[in-house]
């Protein structure tokens, strides 16, 4: 039986795509860089999930990916443009950015009147918080596990035993792994860390059809609202 649940923040509660592109059309006319084309977001999707698969490695810390993230997009995208004055600008919009995915607070209001619900994310603590708190999602969720507070990234079994243990000096006692779930829209982090760890797993698909069943997910959903199916 399900006691606790685990949820994703980027892409699952709150849509990093939709503030990306967002963020891209605001910067690039107040910078007065090049008119915004949708390439654009699909060259900034490659690259940024190419340095965070390296950090969920352990080869970058998210302070590297800062310094080197829109300097590498520029390059790409030929801007002519300071990468750092616009990794400043990027942060201080996401910091703002409470554009919900669809059916996030429905999904929130039903899950956690049956389960404890739990924030996971990498991501910078303060930020996170802050997002989820404008978005009004944080009362919601009974604790909140960010990378940067945790000291250690999922997928690592790190993040996940600190998370256990902060459950157990809360009074949830004798919790064991299988009695909980994590939900999320990434096969490397969410999936992945939570299987390790042997949680019980949920694919949120974000709409896009699957020909199969990927490695490490018990279970799929497109839609948040999906989850009524199965907790």
């Known amino acids: 039986m399900i006691k ?9 509660l709150l849509s990093f795509f939709e503030f990306v592109k967002e ?22 999707i490659r690259t940024n999930d190419e340095l965070w698969g390296r950090l969920e490695k352990g080869e970058l ?26 990794e400043t600008y990027f942060k201080e919009q996401m910091s703002m950015s409470t554009i919900p995915e669809p059916g996030a607070r ?6 956690s009147d049956k389960y404890i619900l739990c924030a996971a994310s990498n991501g910078p603590y303060k930020m996170q918080m802050k997002r989820l708190q404008n978005a009004d999602m944080s009362p919601y969720l009974k604790h909140f596990f960010i990378s940067e507070k945790v000291g250690a990234e999922k997928p ?29 829209d990434s096969l ?17 698909t974000r709409g896009r059809k699957l ?16 989850i009524k199916e199965i907790l």
């Open 61 to 86: 810390t998210q302070e590297q990916i800062g310094e080197i993230r829109w300097k590498m997009i520029f390059e790409e995208l030929g801007v002519d443009f300071d990468g750092n004055t616009f």
């Open 4 to 12: 606790v649940v685990f949820i994703d923040v980027d892409n699952t």
């Open 106 to 111: 429905e999904f929130l209001q039903y899950l």
């Open 188 to 204: 490397t982090s969410d999936m992945a860390g939570g299987k390790g760890y042997g949680m019980q797993t949920c694919f949120y």
């Open 23 to 44: 963020v891209l059309k605001s910067g690039f006319e107040k910078f007065r860089l090049k008119p915004y084309e949708e390439s654009m977001f699909y060259t900034f």
């Open 211 to 226: 020909e199969s069943k990927p490695e490490n997910v018990d279970y799929v959903i497109g839609k948040l609202t999906d």
């Open 156 to 184: 690592s079994r790190q993040f996940f035993e600190y998370a256990f243990e902060e459950l157990h000096q809360a009074g949830v006692t004798e919790l064991k792994p299988e009695e909980t779930m994590i939900i999320g």
